[in-house]
């Protein structure tokens, strides 16, 4: 199997009565990992049933974590894990814990396929399909430790902000999905983003914002962000927020 013989997207009433908060647009791969994938890809990524849509999940098709992991452990979610450097890094670091990326771009699951075999690990598992339809039909409700959404798209251009990912709907479906007391991590370096975010999350009311009181910069009245998130590593998106000159904003928010 081609890492890029992935479908064409057919849009369906079904699939899009919502705004999704991505583009398909796939990079080339190298011989190397297109080898790599095509050794290793049927053991760690779970095969999702479809509707019609490529990135959908079929109704009924629920995530059971323990027949694909091999055993029971806590499981952390990360929506959008891109070439899986956030994941690889917290597999290795958390050998008890099991991981779910979740990525609509095939050439960013094969990147973390490579790492994986690199690595030799046994705890994370992908998903090729878009997040919403994971979490609304994969994941079961209260059976996630942590969902981490690392640099989203931001989309800037206000004509575009209807695709972000995170709006109240999204916050209330995370939210079913954690355990209580698991925990939402998100990170961006779009202040308005990061604005948006937190205050959408705050309306949800089955999470609470530990640093709600806490100013992210004294006097500057910007309270409710967290300190660095220290098991999230730096990746590229991040480095080049920083390089461009723009903050890192952190968010997390528990289940209550």
Request: charged share 25%.
């Amino acid at each position: 199997m081609n890492v890029d013989d992935t479908p064409t997207m057919v849009k369906i009433h079904q699939f899009h009565r919502r705004t999704v908060s991505f583009v398909r647009r796939e990079n080339p791969i190298g011989p190397r990992v297109q080898q790599t994938w095509d050794e290793n890809y049927e053991s760690l990524l779970i095969d999702v049933p479809r509707m019609e849509a490529s990135m959908s999940v079929a109704p009924g098709f629920e995530l059971d974590a323990a027949r694909e992991f091999g055993r029971v452990a806590p499981l952390v979610v990360e929506i959008g894990s891109g070439t899986g450097d956030a994941v690889v890094q917290a597999a290795l670091s958390r050998p008890g814990t099991n991981f779910l990326a979740v990525e609509v771009y095939a050439s960013g699951l094969a990147a973390t396929v490579t790492k994986i075999v690199d690595h030799s690990l046994t705890n994370v598992r992908l998903v090729h399909a878009d997040a919403v339809d994971v979490l609304e039909h994969m994941v079961k409700p209260l059976s996630v430790a942590e969902i981490w959404i690392f640099f989203a798209d931001p989309w800037h251009k206000n004509r575009h902000r209807k695709r972000r990912l995170v709006n109240r709907a999204f916050a209330e479906l995370a939210a079913s999905r954690l355990a209580l007391g698991g925990t939402l991590r998100l990170a961006t370096d779009w202040a308005d983003y990061a604005i948006q975010m937190r205050d959408v999350l705050a309306s949800c009311h089955s999470l609470t914002n530990p640093h709600a009181d806490q100013s992210l910069h004294s006097g500057t009245g910007r309270t409710g962000f967290a300190p660095r998130f220290e098991g999230r590593v730096m990746t590229r998106f991040e480095q080049k927020g920083l390089e461009s000159g723009r903050a890192i904003y952190d968010l997390e928010l528990r289940r209550t």
